[in-house]
């Protein structure tokens, strides 16, 4: 990159952070595969709740791409709201520590709700939002997530709906981000190792 010294002295601070190309990552899921498994979900969770209607709770912002999607692929009534969580980071350890940044704009007591995650990690933020919205007495409760790395559980929870089993990697697209990059990329890739700060 040509950046003369009147160039850089106007660039603002961020732009200096350099990420690599989503393109030198290889794909995990394409956008494709995503698309089937979004379908298959849509489909099993139309047949689950037949004739009755659903609230999809999103938690930001990493699952908001895939609640667009499934939402859009589930063929009973819906609604969605979102809720957002103190992150710590799935690249590190964490404390445990979840706190609620954002609550449900709409009461959700006597509904059929399902958590929308974009991914399931240690199962710590799911943990601490189910006990948090079964204290609004839904009718039930079920979680869909797109991603499940089950090696990482560091609490038992377990997805309902799952679009993809993953091993113990840095993945990033479709929702997941690195510093809060690549959330737009249409396909799941893996994120370099040496760089994810594992
Ligand atoms: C990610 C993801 C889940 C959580 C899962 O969120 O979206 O909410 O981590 O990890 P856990 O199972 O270990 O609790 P993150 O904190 O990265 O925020 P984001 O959704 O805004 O990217």
Do not use: W
């Not at 993953?166 to 893996?190: C, S, T």
């Amino acid at each position: 990159m040509n950046m003369s010294v009147n160039a850089s002295a106007t660039q603002p601070k961020s732009s200096s952070v350099s990420f690599p190309s989503a393109s030198t990552m290889d794909v995990l899921f394409t956008q494709a595969e995503i698309a089937d498994r979004v379908k298959a979900i849509g489909d099993e969770i139309s047949a689950d709740y037949a004739g009755q209607s659903i609230v999809l709770i999103g938690v930001l912002k990493g699952a908001a791409i895939f609640l667009s999607d499934l939402a859009r692929a589930i063929q009973v009534n819906n609604t969605f709201d979102f809720v957002s969580v103190s992150s710590y980071g799935r690249a590190r350890v964490s404390s445990g520590a979840v706190k609620l940044i954002k609550d449900i704009d709409n009461p959700i007591e006597g509904k059929h709700v399902i958590l929308v995650e974009d991914i399931l990690d240690t199962g710590l933020t799911l943990s601490y939002l189910r006990g948090l919205m079964l204290q609004h007495k839904p009718a039930s409760l079920k979680i869909a997530t797109c991603l499940d790395k089950p090696e990482r559980r560091l609490v038992p929870i377990e997805a309902d709906y799952v679009a993809f089993k993953i091993p113990n990697r840095f993945v990033i697209g479709y929702g997941m981000d690195y510093a809060e990059n690549y959330r737009n990329l249409p396909d799941i890739r893996l994120f370099p190792e040496e760089l994810a700060g594992h």
